[in-house]
Antibody, heavy 127, light 113 residues
Framework: EVRLVASGGGLVQPGGSLRLSCAAS????????MHWVRQTPGKGPVWVSH????????DYAASVKGRFIVSRDNAKNILYLQMNDLRAEDTGVYYC????????????????????WGQGTLVTVSS | DIVMTQSPDSLAVSLGERATINCKSS????????????LAWYQQKSGQPPKLLIY???TRGSGVPDRFSGSGSGTDFTLTINSLQAEDVALYYC?????????FGQGTRLEIK
């Protein structure tokens, strides 16, 4: 069974930092691209970042570029999202997600169908 | 960015009837290299993360009942739920992965009439 367990969320003041973690199990973690998606109540999901299976191929939403860093430890099966200079608009539930198709090489680029979602971790940026 | 617009925002349908949700993208999500539409549908029940229902515009995800179907091409897509069941009450989102960034529609709330 695929499991994605996110942690690290909490209440932080504007300008602060948080590091989210997502522990993955039940599948060969190093073979899948991973994405972070944010959602606020009553709104559609918003894509935040993705990371290729080997740790390359990173990309970020324009609103977080330069402030967030995505990374992974394939030996420990953990995905990370370092969030710096947090703003009120970063508030939401952050989901780590796994794509549908495996892709182990550096040159592959699987379609962004988000097949598995964790339960999410809530980040609240407020003074 | 590709903007995804769903209609209606909310929908109430009687049990056993058909529900239809529409999604329009601001540009085509049909890739000429493989003639595939990079379009997915998700279902989100209260308190849960979204669940992938349909991908490639019309391919059902694993374990998804066959009363759910997706259709359309280019910029206009439809999610159809035949013979509505009580457990289908949820928010439904379309999403494109044709180009970065991935973008989602605003959602359609489906209720029982």
């Amino acid at each position: 069974e695929v499991r994605l367990v996110a942690s690290g969320g909490g209440l932080v003041q504007p300008g602060g930092s948080l590091r989210l973690s997502c522990a993955a199990s039940g599948f060969p973690f190093s073979m899948y691209w991973m994405h972070w998606v944010r959602q606020t109540p009553g709104k559609g999901p918003v894509w935040v970042s993705h990371l290729g299976s080997d740790g390359g191929n990173t990309d970020y939403a324009a609103s977080v570029k330069g402030r967030f860093i995505v990374s992974r430890d394939n030996a420990k099966n953990i995905l990370y999202l370092q969030m710096n200079d947090l703003r009120a608009e970063d508030t939401g539930v952050y989901y780590c997600t796994r794509v549908l198709e495996s892709c182990g090489g550096h040159t592959c680029n699987p379609p962004g169908y988000l097949h598995h979602w964790g339960q999410g971790t809530l980040v609240t940026v407020s003074s | 960015d590709i903007v995804m617009t769903q209609s209606p925002d909310s929908l109430a349908v009687s049990l056993g009837e058909r529900a239809t949700i529409n999604c329009k993208s601001s540009q085509s999500v049909l890739h000429s290299s493989n003639n595939q539409n990079y379009l997915a549908w998700y279902q989100q029940k209260s308190g849960q993360p979204p669940k992938l229902l349909i991908y490639w515009a019309s391919t059902r995800g694993s374990g998804v009942p066959d009363r759910f179907s997706g259709s359309g091409s280019g910029t206009d897509f439809t999610l159809t739920i035949n013979s509505l069941q009580a457990e289908d009450v949820a928010l439904y989102y379309c999403q494109q992965c044709y180009s970065a960034p991935l973008t989602f529609g605003q959602g359609t709330r489906l209720e029982i009439k």
